[in-house]
C-alpha cells in the first residue's frame, strides 16, 4: 500500500538544522564519554571491562551519528502538515510512518519557538497545544508560521462558535 503524502512539506534548510542538531547531539556525548574515560584513568581502572564499555559508548555514538545524518533526507521527505476546515495533520516518520489529526476545536493554544539553529536559517517552530498533548511543526519560514497561527486561530474561533 502506497502511504499517502500530505501537500506541506517544510523548506529545504530546515535539513541544515537537523544536521547541526546531530552534530551538537553527539559533541555533547562524546564530551561525556571523554571526561568517562579521564575519570576511569585518573582512578587507574581504565582496563578489561571498563576499556570495553569506553569503547562500545564511542562505536554507539559514531554509528548512531551515521545513522542520524544518512537518514535526514528520509525524515525531510516524510516531515510534512496539513490544515483543513475541520482538522490539523501532522505526518512523520521514514520507517514507521504516522499521521496525526488534531481537530481543531480540541486547539487550546498555540506557541512559536525559535531556537539558536532556526534563527540562523529565519525558521520558527509552532507548537499547538491541545488537552492531552503538544504537536509540532517545525522549520517553518517565519512569515509562513505566522500566518499559519493566523488562520488556525480564525479556524478555531470558526469552530468554537459552531458548538
Not at 512539506?9 to 546531530?22: E, F, H
Not at 496539513?82 to 476545536?105: A, C, K, M, W
Amino acid at each position: 500500500m502506497n502511504y499517502p503524502l500530505l501537500p506541506k512539506q517544510m523548506p529545504d534548510r530546515i535539513k541544515s538544522v537537523w544536521k547541526k542538531s546531530n552534530i551538537v547531539t553527539t559533541g555533547i556525548f562524546l564530551i561525556i564519554g571523554v571526561l568517562a574515560t579521564a575519570l576511569l584513568n585518573w582512578f587507574e581502572v581504565l582496563e578489561g571491562v571498563w576499556l570495553w564499555t569506553i569503547g562500545i559508548y564511542f562505536s554507539v555514538i559514531l554509528v548512531w551519528f551515521i545513522i542520524a545524518m544518512i537518514l535526514i533526507p528520509y525524515r525531510y521527505q516524510y516531515h510534512r502538515y496539513e490544515i483543513t476546515p475541520e482538522d490539523l495533520s501532522f505526518q512523520e516518520g521514514y520507517i514507521f510512518r504516522t499521521i496525526t489529526h488534531v481537530p481543531i476545536n480540541r486547539i487550546q493554544h498555540i506557541e512559536t519557538e525559535q531556537g539558536p539553529f532556526l534563527r540562523k536559517e529565519k525558521l520558527m517552530e509552532m507548537v499547538i497545544h491541545t488537552a492531552a498533548s503538544s504537536h509540532h511543526i517545525s522549520g517553518l519560514d517565519i512569515e509562513e508560521a505566522v500566518n499559519l497561527r493566523q488562520q488556525i486561530i480564525e479556524l478555531v474561533k470558526v469552530a468554537k462558535e459552531d458548538v
